[in-house]
């Protein structure tokens, strides 16, 4: 293999100097926060992650274990992360965005999404997919590995889709909770409700989606003007373990942002355990509980809230 020329590294060299002075690299704090990149990058990997074990985290970003201790113990100092105790191995530890880490890592992602953002509207449509291919090119010959094929895709709802969350919400909640048709009754209103009276400004459906079928679903709507509510959140059976009820409730308070509400709120029933791990992963609070008769006997309902923060 030839050995680079003089010229070719400076080449290099300089195309660094001048990206990263574009990203902010150099500054003191990235995204205007006070972390390093390295920081960020943790912070990145265990809000994509959800857990990660230390090991495995050095190992991915080329982190020396000593830094990356240090890293972990001045986010736990700072109520960003909990360690949690890996199962089956006492000797090894699994890392956690606290609340709090979450909500610091969304605010930097914001804020990295409209810098690029800002960059790239400077640029007509030619220049940005010629930018976009030089990147793509860039990271391909250096080895980069393929960006992980996603294994479902999120949308917004079409013709027929509202017919299989009526329907699937009906067949599967009797199956596993042995709730009644007056479940289903329920549903179907919650839905002609939401047709009915959309407004496409403050309103969405998601359909979770894999192969071409429907896997998952969430509602949020207009309770009041300051509140909003999540509604119908179901994963299919086949489709649990991927995440997928987490990223819908993630599109929900991210859409709940961008529509100025100052609360989400939702109704569940005591016992639906994987879906309250999500709901408190995402910040909720459960507020109140009352017992009820609706759709079966010996039902706890239960109000869960989240506070959005109000922008200047």
């Not at 006492?90 to 956690?96: D, I, M, P, Q």
């Not at 987490?246 to 569940?268: G, N, S």
Request: with cysteine; charged share 30%; proline share 4%.
């Amino acid at each position: 293999m030839a050995q680079a020329a003089g010229e070719e590294v400076a080449a290099v060299r300089r195309f660094n100097r001048f990206y990263t002075r574009q990203i902010g690299v150099l500054q003191e704090g990235l995204l205007r926060s006070p972390f390093s990149l390295t920081q960020v990058r943790v912070l990145y990997e265990l809000a994509q992650r959800g857990e990660a074990a230390a090991t495995d985290l050095g190992r991915d970003l080329g982190l020396d274990p000593g830094y990356l201790s240090r890293l972990v113990r001045g986010f736990q100092e700072h109520g960003l992360l909990e360690r949690l105790p890996s199962p089956g191995d006492g000797r090894r530890s699994r890392l956690r965005l606290t609340r709090k880490g979450r909500a610091t890592f969304g605010t930097l992602d914001r804020r990295s999404d409209r810098d690029v953002g800002a960059l790239l509207s400077r640029l007509g449509r030619p220049e940005r997919e010629r930018l976009l291919g030089a990147m793509d090119a860039i990271r391909t010959v250096l080895g980069g590995a393929p960006e992980p094929a996603v294994p479902y895709l999120l949308r917004t709802h079409r013709p027929g889709d509202l017919g299989w969350v009526v329907y699937r919400h009906g067949v599967l909640y009797s199956q596993e909770y042995g709730w009644d048709e007056r479940f289903e009754a329920l549903v179907a209103r919650i839905v002609a409700r939401f047709v009915l009276t959309f407004d496409a400004r403050r309103e969405r459906c998601w359909i979770a989606e894999r192969d071409g079928v429907p896997v998952g679903s969430v509602f949020l709507v207009k309770r009041t003007k300051t509140i909003a509510q999540l509604r119908l959140l179901l994963v299919e059976p086949t489709a649990r373990g991927l995440g997928i009820g987490r990223r819908l409730v993630d599109e929900c308070v991210r859409f709940a942002r961008q529509a100025r509400y100052r609360k989400v709120m939702l109704w569940t029933n005591r016992g639906l355990d994987a879906a309250r791990h999500v709901y408190e992963q995402a910040g909720f609070a459960l507020v109140a509980e009352e017992p009820h008769d609706d759709f079966g006997e010996g039902l706890i309902g239960q109000t869960w809230e989240l506070v959005l923060p109000t922008r200047g």
